[in-house]
């Protein structure tokens, strides 16, 4: 019970990692608030483990509906940030629109997230330890190069600055902030990626060749370092950017 008498909104909870982590989280004893752009992937409210799990629609996009959410919802203790896209290109690929949608998505939406439920965090940490928001970036590009990631990097490193920005901040009001830099994750998304290929096959060898380990990460693969830093288990540990990605940042 690493997360008991917490709670926990997790966004993008509607699938892959998101979904993994609310479920993880309620196992783990705490109150999850699952929210994503797809309401009918929220499929799973109700009693998980020693938690529940209270589902809601949250386009994070919408800066109307982050302040109304925001409203509604008691302080919170954990905060997981986790929606996120991946644009395929060169520099030389971008366009204007890729890339605003890139940073809206990646990045001015945790600024908004974080805006949003600091306020309530502060008033939580005050009164019970530390609260601790998680941002979901990615070793991709952000850490280790790798090719058609340059917004995808660029947006991923900005995540790890503005984790690194929140937690100097608030470090001595006890809000915790870091940052999770996962490996290659067999989620749905990954897989509509592969799909879309040329040749699907190959584009699976690649994503495996690229993990040391010779093989995909999964969501399950991330649960432990999201559950360990978002619980007080992690209190000593704010502003980091934590690599889960089978060796590739050796
Ligand atoms: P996914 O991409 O398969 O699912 C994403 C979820 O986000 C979907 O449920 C979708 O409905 C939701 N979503 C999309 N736009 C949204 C919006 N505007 N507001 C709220 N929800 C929205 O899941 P995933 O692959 O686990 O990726 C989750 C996060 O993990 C992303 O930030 C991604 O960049 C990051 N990440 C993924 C990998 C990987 O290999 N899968 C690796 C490193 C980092």
Not at 16 to 29: D, K, V
Not at 192 to 209: H, K, L, T, V
Request: hydrophobic letters at 45%; proline letters at 4%; a negative charge.
């Amino acid at each position: 019970m690493r997360l008991e008498g917490k709670t926990v909104l997790v966004t993008a909870a509607g699938q892959g990692i998101g979904r993994a982590a609310a479920l993880a989280c309620a196992e783990q004893g705490a109150h999850v608030i699952a929210t994503d752009l797809d309401a009918a992937l929220l499929d799973y409210a109700g009693a998980h483990g020693a938690g529940q799990v209270e589902t809601r629609k949250l386009d994070v996009c919408d800066p109307a509906a982050i302040l109304a959410i925001a409203e509604a919802l008691p302080d919170l203790d954990g905060l997981f940030n986790c929606a996120g896209f991946v644009h395929h290109g060169t520099v030389l690929q971008i366009t204007d629109a890729d890339w605003e949608f890139s940073v809206m998505l990646n990045v001015t939406s945790m600024l908004r997230m974080c805006r949003a439920f600091l306020p309530g965090m502060l008033r939580k940490s005050g009164s019970s330890g530390t609260a601790a928001i998680l941002n979901m970036a990615s070793m991709a590009s952000s850490i280790k190069g790798f090719p058609n990631r340059t917004a995808y990097g660029a947006t991923k490193a900005a995540v790890i600055g503005l984790t690194k920005g929140i937690a100097a901040d608030f470090v001595a009001q006890r809000v915790r902030c870091n940052a999770l830099c996962p490996g290659t994750v067999d989620t749905p998304s990954l897989r509509g990626r592969i799909a879309q290929a040329d040749d699907p096959e190959a584009a699976r060898r690649d994503f495996i060749a690229r993990q040391p380990m010779g093989r995909l990460g999964t969501p399950d693969d991330m649960v432990p370092m999201i559950i360990y830093l978002l619980s007080d288990e992690s209190r000593f540990v704010t502003g980091q950017a934590l690599c889960v990605d089978g060796g590739v940042t050796i």
